[in-house]
């Protein structure tokens, strides 16, 4: 009896990240978005989804990776958190993967502390590690944490 | 298995909901009751209330709920059989079994179980009740003796066309119904380039069913007054029985139906002034006999729908609002000057009940008038968009006007353009907008402002706030707007329509930027951002309350004690929070380029008079968001020889004053915080600063050096 998440993928900066199938609605073409002034850098702003306004984040801000390459539009994956629908902006969607329980671990110990909130484990899979995503932090975060980058890699 | 319990908790819920508002009428009638005791009809409502909860309590095995009911059942058929009269101590001795009732509603709510409080002496109460009650001999109410049992009976049946409807779901078809009409412009704006006879009478159909659509939506979420008003009555009475007086309460116009969102809103300013109307309006008996009044006072709610708004009605027929008297107290508070004083008619003086500061938490029990708190009335009126107005004539009474929108939901507002982006101005605190050239801005100390009819009007650049784009243009639009008692204005680059909009609140993430009070979506199906007009002055830094603020000057107050007014340094940090650091410590302010920066050791660092001075960024430091800026505000602090440069959004002032730091630090590296100038301000702590610069300092949450 071998239990399997399923987890939906996509890639920023490189690096395969997966967060829980349930929690995503749906994936779109980032729409016009209202930037919120005096917001946190993380925070790309707000778009209309069907009559719901949603907060939409920029994962790489706030994951701390560099900026997106000009010329290159992002995805924005629409999902479920504790405090309500919010938007990720991501680089590119992976396909639905089913992950193995077995294969999961915790983040090591060589992750910093805050990283390790938004990245709490990875799936080591046979081509890559996927790195899971805490969906409930990342709306949590100021952003601030963008500054010090690429401690991921 | 798991579906039966699933039911049972349906089950459970559904009691809880329908006792709870089973209670509320039972306060209400109860109160009624003890105005009209032959009401046989109100008593019949009473009685099968109780019956009710006695049933299904009995039936889902609650046992302390269910003996309470039945002692109260009791007293009440006795009521009903005239074999006892209503007095105030039986009425209390209902109203105390309501509340105990309420209490273990409450506690299944919480714990799902009774609980294990003690009503032995509620009890006691109502069994002792009949004793020394018996009815009079004399009275006889007609047809009292066979209350049919019938219709006691076949009342519930009534409530079978209604459902309950969870919030959250009328929230979302609200939403989608604003949707619906987006995408029904978008569909006859096709349509109306078409030439096909089916579409276009399809389309015009559809704009049809959408409207009515929208509408019913609306219509769902409105609730009527009166659920907010039941309770008002036994809130008087109590009210009035704890400070010797009688209160009747009248109601008119309890169906009057609002948003529900607003319903919730008005329920503490209502409440608030209830109390106000009570405690300091209406007189004791004595008194009002001696007036020539009747021995009870009368508080009169109305509510009616008044030009696409409602308004609510408060009056008293009390004392009044003693005008000499609020003249004295706004003197003494130095809330007006001596000659305003002796300039001010009495409407105006009236109005000086809603000045902040004008009421204290000291005591004001020979204060004939009101004010207690009134201030805070207003501001929660004018939050949703309401307006308040009250009219006092010493001797006849009171009358507080509240006049609010129909509904929180839509509110109409004027769309700016600034620094690229629009904006949302809420209507309700727009005043005119006037365009002027640029060249006529004037300076005052680095202040901008507009003489707009003689009068200087502080200025805020949205686009400088924000943070966003400057524009270029000569011409600017300057919208004067309210916010609280005084008035500023907002430099934008175009004004646009107005539009109705439908306001949403901002998701947790975003509250910390104050300026906004939510967002919208535009005709074009775009999100504007709403600006919120006091959060917008407080980031500008222009004091709302400017023109009730007292005339004298804080550091007068300061000398009076045996401290002596100290001079603080007052800086911003990106996200509009305010610093204060003693001046003393302040060796330099200065302007950095951005290039000038240098790194050592990994920590930010600038050549300044030929030594290596560290940086420390406020922003880093408080986890503020960051701008990129070309020449950045240094701080240069100096102590004991060593110095460092703090990087700081905007240096805003220098103050002297009196500051009481209240020693509250929620990191090492503040003080604590204290009120400077009416706002608060964190005070930085400088040695724990000095020595984060120096990297000694590794304490604190919060490591600035990354």
Redesign the interface.
Known sequence: MVSQRRLCTFYLDRLWFGIAVERVYEVIRLP??????????A?A????L??????VIDLRRRLGFEERPAGTMPVNVVARSK??T?GLLVDEIAEIVEAPESSYEIAPDNLPADRRELVPGVYKLPDSLLHVLDLDKV??G???EA??GKVLK | MSTATDGMEEIVKEFLAESTEGLDLLDRNLVELERDPKSQERLGEVFRAVHTIKGSSGMLGYPKLESLAHAGENLLSGLRDCKLALHPALTSGLLGMVDALRELLNAIERTGSEGDGDYTSVMRVLEELPRNSAAPADTVMGGSADAPADKLQAAPVASVSKIRVDVGLLDRMMDLASELVLARNQTLRFASSQTDGALLSAAQRLRRVTTDMQETVMKARLQPIGSVWNTFPRLARDLALSCGKQVIVEMEGSATELDRGLIEAIRDPLTHILRNAIDHGIETPEHRIQAGKTAAGHLHLRAFHLAGRVQVEVSDDGAGINHERVRQRALERGLITPEEAAGMGERRLVKLVFVPGFSTAEKVTNFSGRGVGLDVVKTNIERIGGVVDLQSVAGRGTTVKIKIPLTLAILPALIVNSGGQRFAIPQVSLVEVVRLEARFIEQLYRAPVYRLRDRLLPLCFLDRELHLEASVADGVYVAVLQAGAGQFGLVVDAVNDTEEVVVKPLGKELRAVTCFAGAAILGDGQVVLILDMAGLAQLAGIVADSRVQPLKPATEQGSSRDHAAQSWLVSRGTAGSRFALPLSAVARLEEIPATRIECSAGREVVQYRGEIMPLLRVSRLFHEPEQDRELLPVVVLRESGLSAGLVVDRIEDIVEQFVGVRSDPWCDLLEGSAVIQERVADVLNLKNLLAVARGAFTGGANDGSA
């Open positions: 016009a978005i209202t930037r919120i002034p005096l917001a946190a850098r925070v702003g707000l778009i209309n069907r009559g719901q306004i949603i907060t405090d309500g919010v709306l949590g100021d952003g601030s500054q010090s």
